[in-house]
Every structure is written in structure tokens, then in C-alpha cells.
């Protein structure tokens, strides 16, 4: 039989153990690894085995006297006398705390305050934690340095509003409430004595909360709730970059109608819509700047699945709110997500997330929308959002959406902003948001793969910074860490600087994290293993088994016994994949979900099976309107990627997924890619039907080495296929990226020079020139007698042709012998050519853009050396000849235009593409892309047509001619005969050039 003082050891060490699991939950919840419902389902079952121990060891003690140890297990529970907490910035409120304290000494007043120097970034303190929920109030004293995001009285606040606590803020001067407590009565504390007195005084009120300050009670409570749910992103999030369209001034100068064609104004979409055209987009980098990008007007911002839109919102939702509680006239933010729409109606459905505020009331300028989830919706759903978008076009908005979902919606009128994925820079921030830095550094680098770690100790070693390691110079003589590094270290990281540059691609893992969502799962895996994850499938298939060891099982009760995890997870993909094939959205009802459950027959009981996933956090279900969703859409595309696996294995074919055309997305595609991270074969598995994903299972999926050949001739072969849009081949051709283009003119040669492809001879002979009414600024007509042959490249140069010039050390770029006199001047120090931002523009395989003449005609002597015969830059009539033939055709491929041959505005494309995937629209000589894509510069001045090769031309800075058309002009311009012209020094994001050699090196 146990005697009395084991028992009350053991009571002790129960209430003791239920305090620190209540503790632990709350921490597992505001790290959202705990839904709500789950947590309230813990604490309830912790509280009553606290009150039978308490109420039991209560007993047990009554006849004796009670020592220090039963003091402290009942004073948190002892209710009725006052107990605060005093919650202070070390900084700047030390002082003011110790005399509160002394002062509540002095009248008898229980009073507690942490006096320890402890590190906001090192993890809320568990005994902080514990005062607080002993306190009967928290006293927030409001100076200056809580405006710190790292401040720890924000979280001693956002601690006790969870707990129900009392609080009462004490403002001293300069002092500022935080968004969280805007709405609590505050007390003055600028003179101590009248401070202190009403201090007292609201302690002995029944409603220490107070009343709200005035009629805009409702509005400020809204405000501050949204505060509430929304702080954590202050300490969390990491600021993503991106670019967003510009908005400019509609022009008051009208224009004759017939004439408008001709002006420079480019894509006519944005034209429409009062964007910038020719592509201009600013560059946004931080919170800051994208708030006021949403400010300037309605925007929808676009990015891959996990590249932290909604936490964007959310964190954009915080700010506005912070902003609108400083200013009454500032516009109040509503977080709408859309994939909980039902048809209701739009306005019906913001309402619902508007706190009870009257929406009508602030509409249009009042609010500023933030809709989460476009592409979550039911797809006969989207017209809604376009429909009242268009009629409250003043309203400020910002839409979420994934990019592939919307290719493939209609456009809403919206200007777009898209999401970058994380640099190297950023996923070092994000994971040291959560890890310590001797941890951060433990896993950034394990991301980045062994042989980029063991690099980065040489580095440190020469005293070189994180930046300069991922942003300095290429490794070579001169170079700080040059002495300390192997031939072969050398070669490894100039090729990962030359890869990150020309494609963006990261070494080893860091690409795969470079997705925000995917990024924390693997901190958290990397917590509970040490170790992080090869691949996405490995990656999901560690969280989850993480989410049901660590949350699902806990949860574990007589009412609720454990499902094995097989079981679980067979039931959960089966669901998820009822819930894709049946493009239900992201939401379903609870009963669809049982009903689901039920009739796959996997696991006997479907409730129970959701109270485990909600546990784990595996999914979340929303009780007001009994809704159930996945925690994130990549994870109900994980579970329905484990369904797809099986289907693989039973031998379903991919065409059942995809029975269209491969370029009209089904849903499925992320899908299969999460498949290609969980087992082989996937990318032989799609070869046939999805060229483009088989390229994605290869890169981002378990190796398969032995189908690289057979998926990149596949994608060849769709890339030049003219039955397939143009808009699908250009995907292909900045697909095919990833595992190298292969084909000849394109990249480089085994001696890594530019390999050109050179089209037929073109004889000398008599040419039309000239002539076309309908072309822009054409040359007068005439016939023209060429008396040399010449060759001219198939296509425009490349980037991957053009890299090597810039690369070479001392003997490419930055040798002044390639540069004419007046080119020479005007480079002066600079060391590298300008690059556009936007990596799409800078894909190996895409014509070099960016460049000016001076740049180009450097290039052109630099090559000539080093292929020992001369090659340069056309002159004008060379290249209409090239173009046109003896036939004089109004476009390379014929008198007609045709947007499918070509990469015009009218072709859809919107950017530059691979060249040579219009292999009908070639020149009667052979060669490709003369028509759009990008204009092509030409040697020749462009008032001097026929002296092109004249020295003093060469070294004058004259303006050039430029030929072609390109990806963002109309058809007019893409006429073989349409001329423009710029100075030398002018480049854009449309402006290349291809070479020419009079002499053929081969026939």
C-alpha cells in the first residue's frame, strides 16, 4: 500500500507534469504545430486530472501546515488575491518597473517581475510563462522600445491575451501601444502620482479590461484582433523579393488612331490596362515596398505553391491594421480566403471575414482586400472575383495565386507581381528566424551540399564574408582564397557561380528550399532528425511522419484509439485524391469527407480518423461552418501524390491523368512531381505524354540517369513540333534548361567558344530591298546587286554563347582591344555588362538581351580572333537580304502574317523564348527568328545605310539600326523590311543580335 507521502509525491509530480504538458502545447500551438481544436481538447483533459490531483492532495494536507512547495502549486489557483505581472522593456522601462513593483509592495499587492538579461531570439522563457498564468493581471508598461519586432513584452502580451488575462497598459511619454492591446483602456502614466492613483483604481474595478476609448470600439476591436492573429509574422517572416508591374499616368496627348501602331508602346495588354509596357517592373524587396506596390492600386500576386503568398497577406494584413489603428482615415485590411468560398457571392463571403463591420460602409477606398487562394477555388468560381473586381475597380486589392493555375484562368484586371523564390540570402535569414547560428549554419550548409561547405571554410579562413562567398568574384589569381584551393575546388565553385548567375540554379539542396513552405517543413524535420532531406518527397514524407509521431499520437484517448500510420496516411491520400479528381478546391465539408472515408472502406471509423489528422495538423477543420482543408494544398497534393504512386505501380498510364493536350493543366502536375521525389521511374512514366514534368522528375525527383538522354531528345523534338502552340514550346524550351540544350548553334563547343550555327550560303546576286508600305520606317525600294556571298548565324546569339565572352579573364570582356574608341570611353571602369533582373530573360538557350552595340560589336572582334576567321555584325541590307531572299517576302516565311511562326505580341508568348522553336518560320536561307523574339542590332549607321564599314562609321557613335521585331511588338514591326534605330549605348529587354561571316568557314 503506497503511504501518505509517496502519495502526495505522487500528486505533486502529476499536477506537476500536466502544467509543463499544458505549457508545451501552447508552445506546439504557436508554432502551428497544434490546431486550436486539438489544443482545447488537451487542455481540458490536463485541467481535470490538475483539479482531481489538487482536489485530492487538498485533502491530504488539510490538518497540516503547508510548506513553501504547496504554497507555489496553489497560487496560481487561488483566485482572490491580486497577483501581477509586470511586463517591461529592459531597455528604456527598467527603472519604471522597479517602482511599480516597490510601490505594490508598499500597499500589499503581490507583484512579479523577470529580472534576468535574457535573449529575445533565443525562445520564449517557460518561466515567464508560468508567472503569467499565475498572475490575475498583466501591467504592460508602454515605453519607446516596444516598437522593437524582437521586443519580449509583445509576447508577455500576446502570452496573456491566450490565457484570458487581464491587462492593463501603463503609457509612459513616447510609449506606444502595440496593435495586440490598442483597444484596452490605458492609463497615463506621464505624471507618476495621477498615474499610479488610477492604476489602483482599475484594480478594484470588476472589468479591468475597461471600456472602449470611443464609438469606433468595433472598428479598433476588428483591428486589434487582427493584430492578435497576426504578430508571430514580426519575428517569422522573411521578406520575399519580386518584381510587380508599374503603374503609370494615362496619357492626356490623344493620338490618331492609324497612327498609334507605331509609336513604342509595345504590349498591348498592359497598354490597355495603364501598365508600363515593353516589360518594365519594379523591383520589390520588402514588406514596405510591396504595401505601398498594393497601395498604388489592385495587384495579383503570383508564385509556385509554398512560396509564402498567404503568410505575405497575412503579414501585409498586420501592417495595414497597425497603420489604420494610427490613422482613422487609413484603409482597414480584410484577409479573405477564397478557397472557402461557396457562390454565395463575393461581397457576401468578404463580409463574413469583416468582423461584423458593415462592408458597404468603407466601400471603395476604406478597405484594402487581401484575397488568399485564387487558384484554390472552384475553377467555376473565378468569374465571380473578376466580376466584382471590374465593378469596384477603386477598391484596393491584392490577389494570391499560384502561377500555373493562373495561365490558364482568365486575366483579372489587376497588375501582376511575382514572387522570386528565396536566394541564398533569404533561406539563411528564414532558417535563422528559428535556429540558433551554430545550428543555422549546421543546416544552411548541409543544404548547400559538402563540397560548397568545405569551400565556405576556406573563404572564412580568407577572412571573406557569406556575401562574398555567393556574390564576390570567380575564383582565380588574386582572389583572397586562391592560395588555400585546389584546381579542382576552383573548377567546382566558378561552375556553381556561373550556373547561380546564368540560371539561378542554387548547389545542392537549397534550390528544393527555395520554397518558403518547404523550407520550414525542412527546420522542422531538421530539429527532430538533425538531418535534412534529399528530395520534396523525402521532405514530406519525414514532416508527416513527424506530425503524426509528435501530435497525432498524443492525442491518443479511450475515445480516440491510435490508427496505424499506414492506415492513416492510405486514408488521407485516398480523400485527397477524391478531392483533386473531383476539383472540389481545397475545402470540403466535414460530411463529404467522412462520406469519402466511409466508402473507401480503409479505416473503420472515418471521426476518428479526422480528430488524429487534425491533431497532427494534417489537416484543419473549421467549426463555425464546418469546413475541412489539408494545412496546406502541397500537402493534400503529397497525400494525392501517394495515391498516384500506387497508381504507377499497378501500371495506370499517364495519360490518364492527362487525356488532352499535355500544355492544358489538369491539376495533377505538382502532384507527379512530389511522385518523382517518392520513387524511380517517374520521368519514363511521363516522357511520352507530359515532356515538361518528365523534365521536372528528373531535376527535382530521384535520379534517373538512364532516361536524360531520351527526355531531352523528347522535349527537342515537342519544342520544334508546329502542331503544338507556341506558347507550350516556349515552355518546353525554358524547361529544357534544367537538363542542358543540347543542339547545335546553341551553346558552346568542346573548347567552350560559342558554337554558331551558320545558314546556307547566301550567293551574291541581285535583291529586292525595301518597298514595304506597311512596314515601319522601311529603306526605299530597290533592287540591290550583292557581289560577295556571306553566312549569318541561324540564330540570334545566346546567353550561353555570350557568357564566355564576359568570363574570359583579361581576354574577353575587359580587353580593350575588342572595343572600338568610342565604345572603349563609354565602358570605362565597368567591369560587366548590365543584366536584366528577371531570370527568364536569362536562360541559357534565350537570345542575349541587354546589349548594347558597342558590347555587341566587342563580342563580335573577340570571336573573330578567336575562330580565326572574321565575324561581325550585318549591315542593314545584309540582314533584310537574309530575311526577305530574292523573293522579297513581306516576313521570312511568307507575304502573310502568321502569329504561330513567329514570337510577336500577338503570339502570347509575352517574353523572350528559346530560339529556333518557330522552325516554320524560317528564312529562305535557313535561319531562324529573324522575325520577333528580339530586335537585332545591325552594324551600319542608320543614316548611312550603305557605309556601314567605313572606319570612321565603325568608331562613330552614330545611331544603329535594329531589325527583326520582337516578343513585345506587333506585327507591323516584325516585317522583314521594318527598321528603328538607337545609339550605340541604348539597350532593353528586347535588344540582341546575331553575327554574320563573308567568309564561310565550311560550305
Keep these: 500500500m503506497i503511504d501518505r507521502d509517496e502519495l502526495i509525491r505522487k500528486l505533486k509530480d502529476e499536477i506537476s507534469w500536466c502544467k509543463s504538458a499544458k505549457l508545451d502545447s501552447h508552445k506546439e500551438h504557436d508554432m502551428e504545430r497544434l490546431s486550436l481544436s486539438a489544443l482545447n481538447i488537451r487542455l481540458a483533459e490536463y485541467d481535470r486530472r490538475i483539479a482531481e490531483a489538487e482536489t485530492e492532495l487538498a485533502n491530504l494536507l488539510r490538518d497540516d501546515t503547508p510548506t513553501v512547495n504547496d504554497i507555489i502549486i496553489f497560487a496560481d489557483t487561488a483566485g482572490e488575491e491580486t497577483n501581477i505581472f509586470i511586463s517591461y522593456a529592459r531597455k528604456d522601462g527598467a527603472d519604471e518597473s522597479l517602482r511599480l513593483y516597490n510601490d505594490l509592495q508598499s500597499d500589499g499587492i503581490a507583484a512579479w517581475r523577470d529580472v534576468r538579461d535574457l535573449d529575445p531570439y533565443a525562445g520564449f522563457d517557460a518561466e515567464i510563462e508560468a508567472a503569467i498564468e499565475r498572475a490575475t493581471h498583466l501591467v504592460a508598461i508602454i515605453t519607446p522600445d516596444l516598437k522593437r519586432e524582437d521586443s519580449f513584452v509583445r509576447r508577455e502580451i500576446a502570452y496573456a491575451l491566450f490565457h484570458n488575462k487581464p491587462i492593463i497598459p501603463l503609457v509612459f511619454p513616447g510609449g506606444h501601444r502595440p496593435i495586440t492591446i490598442f483597444n484596452h483602456t490605458f492609463i497615463d502614466f506621464s505624471d507618476w502620482e495621477r498615474g499610479y492613483a488610477q492604476f489602483i483604481e482599475r484594480l478594484n474595478e470588476a472589468e479591468p479590461f475597461g471600456v472602449p476609448i470611443d464609438h469606433t470600439a468595433s472598428k479598433r476591436a476588428y483591428l486589434e484582433k487582427i493584430g492578435q492573429t497576426y504578430e508571430k509574422w514580426l519575428y517569422l517572416y522573411t521578406d520575399l523579393g519580386g518584381r510587380a508591374e508599374r503603374k503609370r499616368e494615362q496619357p492626356t496627348v490623344k493620338v490618331k488612331k492609324h497612327v498609334g501602331k507605331y509609336l513604342n508602346t509595345a504590349n498591348s495588354v498592359y497598354r490597355e490596362r495603364g501598365y508600363i509596357e515593353d516589360g518594365e517592373t519594379r523591383q520589390v524587396d520588402t514588406v514596405d515596398e510591396l504595401r505601398e506596390v498594393v497601395r498604388m492600386g489592385g495587384v495579383i500576386l503570383i508564385g509556385e505553391p509554398g512560396s509564402g503568398k498567404t503568410t505575405t497577406l497575412q503579414r501585409l494584413a498586420y501592417e495595414f491594421a497597425v497603420a489604420a489603428l494610427d490613422d482613422e482615415t487609413a484603409p482597414l485590411p480584410i484577409f479573405v480566403p477564397l478557397g472557402a468560398y461557396e457562390g454565395q457571392g463575393i461581397e457576401a463571403h468578404i463580409s463574413d471575414y469583416f468582423g461584423g463591420l458593415n462592408l458597404a460602409d468603407y466601400l471603395p477606398q476604406g478597405v484594402i482586400l487581401l484575397l488568399d487562394g485564387l487558384n484554390e477555388m472552384p475553377r467555376q468560381y473565378v468569374a465571380d472575383v473578376d466580376r466584382w473586381l471590374r465593378e469596384h475597380a477603386d477598391v484596393r486589392t491584392m490577389v494570391t495565386c499560384r502561377r500555373l493555375e493562373y495561365a490558364a484562368l482568365k486575366a483579372l484586371p489587376l497588375r501582376r507581381a511575382d514572387v522570386d523564390p528565396l536566394d541564398v540570402h533569404r533561406i539563411r535569414l528564414f532558417i535563422g528566424n528559428y535556429l540558433e547560428d551554430d545550428d543555422r549554419d549546421r543546416l544552411f550548409w548541409a543544404l548547400a551540399g559538402e563540397q560548397m561547405s568545405g569551400l565556405w571554410q576556406l573563404f572564412q579562413n580568407a577572412k571573406q564574408t557569406f556575401s562574398d562567398f555567393w556574390n564576390g568574384d570567380n575564383l582565380g589569381s588574386g582572389h583572397p582564397a586562391y592560395s588555400s584551393t585546389s584546381d579542382n575546388q576552383d573548377t567546382v565553385y566558378n561552375e556553381m557561380r556561373n550556373t547561380l548567375r546564368e540560371r539561378g540554379e542554387m548547389p545542392g539542396l537549397l534550390g528544393l528550399v527555395s520554397n518558403p513552405f518547404l523550407l520550414k517543413i525542412t527546420v522542422e524535420v531538421f530539429i527532430d532528425s538533425g538531418q535534412p532531406p534529399r528530395n520534396r518527397g523525402q521532405l514530406f514524407s519525414a514532416f508527416v511522419d513527424l506530425l503524426i509521431e509528435q501530435r497525432g499520437y498524443p492525442a491518443v484517448s479511450d475515445q480516440h484509439p491510435w490508427i496505424e500510420r499506414e492506415q492513416q496516411i492510405r486514408a488521407l491520400a485516398s480523400m485527397a485524391y477524391r478531392m483533386q479528381a473531383e476539383n472540389t478546391g481545397t475545402s470540403v465539408s466535414v460530411a463529404w469527407a467522412k462520406a469519402a472515408l466511409t466508402e473507401d472502406g480503409i479505416v473503420p471509423d472515418a471521426d476518428n480518423l479526422l480528430y488524429l489528422a487534425e491533431s497532427a495538423t494534417l489537416i484543419t477543420v473549421d467549426t463555425t461552418n464546418g469546413e475541412l482543408k489539408f494545412f496546406h ?343 522583314a523590311a521594318s527598321r528603328r534605330y538607337y545609339d550605340p549605348l541604348s539597350r532593353g529587354l528586347n535588344f540582341g543580335f546575331r553575327v554574320l561571316c563573308v567568309r564561310p568557314p565550311f560550305s
Design 633 to 975: 494544398q502541397l500537402l493534400q497534393e503529397y497525400f494525392a501524390a501517394c495515391q498516384m504512386a500506387d497508381d504507377i505501380e499497378r501500371g495506370v498510364a499517364a495519360s490518364h491523368y492527362w487525356t488532352g493536350d499535355w500544355w492544358t493543366p489538369t491539376g495533377w502536375e505538382e502532384t507527379a512531381v512530389l511522385v518523382a521525389g517518392m520513387r524511380s521511374g517517374v520521368a519514363a512514366w511521363l516522357r511520352d505524354v507530359h515532356p515538361v514534368l518528365a523534365c521536372r522528375a528528373l531535376t527535382e525527383g530521384k535520379r534517373e540517369a538512364d532516361v536524360l538522354e531520351s527526355v531531352r531528345d523528347k522535349m527537342v523534338a515537342t519544342m520544334t513540333d508546329v502542331k503544338i502552340p507556341p506558347t507550350a514550346r516556349a515552355e518546353v524550351g525554358r524547361t529544357l534548361n534544367r537538363i542542358g540544350d543540347k543542339r547545335s548553334g546553341v551553346g558552346l563547343r568542346a573548347d567552350g567558344l560559342p558554337d554558331i550555327a551558320w545558314s546556307a550560303v547566301i550567293p551574291p546576286d541581285d535583291y529586292p530591298i525595301g518597298g514595304d508600305e506597311k512596314a515601319y520606317k522601311p529603306l526605299p525600294a530597290e533592287t540591290y546587286k550583292l557581289t560577295y556571298p556571306y553566312q549569318i548565324s541561324l540564330y540570334p546569339v545566346t546567353n550561353a554563347q555570350f557568357q564566355p565572352f564576359i568570363d574570359a579573364d583579361g581576354d574577353g570582356y575587359n580587353n580593350p582591344k575588342y572595343w572600338t574608341e568610342a565604345g572603349l570611353k563609354w565602358k570605362g571602369d565597368r567591369r560587366t555588362p548590365d543584366e536584366y533582373g528577371d531570370m527568364v530573360f536569362r536562360l541559357p538557350n534565350h537570345p542575349r538581351v541587354y546589349v548594347r552595340w558597342y558590347e555587341a560589336m566587342a563580342f563580335c572582334a573577340w570571336l573573330t580572333e578567336k575562330l580565326g576567321f572574321e565575324v561581325r555584325l550585318p549591315t542593314d541590307k545584309e540582314w533584310e537580304i537574309a530575311a526577305r531572299g530574292k523573293a522579297g517576302l513581306f516576313y521570312p516565311y511568307g507575304n502573310d502574317f502568321d502569329a504561330t511562326k513567329s514570337n510577336t505580341d500577338e503570339t502570347g508568348i509575352r517574353q523572350t523564348s528559346a530560339v529556333g522553336i518557330f522552325a516554320d518560320g524560317a528564312a529562305w536561307c535557313g535561319a531562324l527568328d529573324m522575325s520577333g523574339n528580339v530586335w537585332e542590332w545591325c552594324i551600319n549607321p542608320y543614316d548611312d545605310v550603305d557605309g556601314g564599314m567605313k572606319a570612321e562609321n565603325l568608331s562613330s557613335s552614330a545611331p544603329r539600326v535594329l531589325r527583326g521585331g520582337a516578343f513585345n511588338f506587333d506585327l507591323d514591326f516584325a516585317r
